[in-house]
T-cell receptor
Framework: SAVISQKPSRDICQRGTSLTIQCQVD?????MFWYRQQPGQSLTLIAT?????????ESGFVIDKFPISRPNLTFSTLTVSNMSPEDSSIYLC?????????????FGPGTRLTVL | AQTVTQSQPEMSVQEAETVTLSCTYD???????LFWYKQPPSRQMILVIR??????QNATENRFSVNFQKAAKSFSLKISDSQLGDAAMYFC?????????????FGTGTRLTIIP
């Protein structure tokens, strides 16, 4: 299974600032995703990070707020822009190999973000 | 839109006993995957077990097994011989078995406590 690392593991930020979260995979993968898990809640997909093209955002999430980059098949970043306390969440990246038999997604350890 | 419902916010079980976590889902599709993920306090999401909708046989993975009832849209997880390390949040998840639709839809989770 893919090994995924995220940086930072946690951060405390001030309102109005931005934070970029990195996701690194130890192998080339076709699909990379970013999820948000608000305190005590389930996971919600923010967007699919597409290599070489713009990310595909889910309803309720916009590029200006959550710009995503994916320069190659092993790395992606998610930026949380102009943060407010409502952005306090755990942000997780996940990966999947398209066409894989089992459709399994592997998750990173998450980034815990607190906005003051 | 697909939805996943976990009606048990919390469950507890005596160590070495058996516990069943419930999950129902709503979809008009016929070809999909179902998953149970475990999230310990460390936050790392770990896949516990998976089921393809076209397979009638229930998936089994060591002490973990599912009861998949496609007509009833039910997907419960049975944990046998519960161990202290099983304590975690358990999320049921759904996704289409179709390229371009890899989004995971999660339930709200069940917090499982193991009583020594």
């Amino acid at each position: 299974s893919a090994v995924i690392s995220q940086k930072p593991s946690r951060d405390i930020c001030q309102r109005g600032t931005s934070l970029t979260i990195q996701c690194q995979v130890d192998s080339q993968v076709t699909m990379m995703f970013w999820y948000r898990q608000q305190p005590g809640q389930s996971l919600t997909l923010i967007a699919t990070a597409n290599q070489g093209s713009e990310a595909t955002y889910e309803s309720g999430f916009v590029i200006d707020k959550f710009p995503i980059s994916r320069p190659n098949l092993t790395f992606s970043t998610l930026t949380v822009s102009n943060m407010s306390p409502e952005d306090s969440s755990i942000y997780l990246c996940s990966v999947e190999e398209r066409g894989g038999e089992w459709g399994e997604q592997f998750f990173g350890p998450g980034t815990r973000l607190t906005v003051l | 839109a697909q939805t996943v419902t976990q009606s048990q916010p919390e469950m507890s079980v005596q160590e070495a006993e058996t516990v069943t976590l419930s999950c129902t889902y709503d979809t008009s599709e016929s070809d999909y995957y179902l998953f149970w993920y475990k999230q310990p306090p460390s936050r790392q999401m770990i896949l516990v077990i998976r089921q393809e909708a076209y397979k009638q046989q229930n998936a089994t993975e060591n002490r973990f097994s599912v009861n998949f009832q496609k007509a009833a849209k039910s997907f419960s997880l049975k944990i046998s011989d519960s161990q202290l390390g099983d304590a975690a949040m358990y999320f049921c998840a759904y996704r289409l078995r179709r390229t371009g639709n890899e989004k995971l839809t999660f339930g709200t989770g069940t917090r499982l406590t193991i009583i020594p």
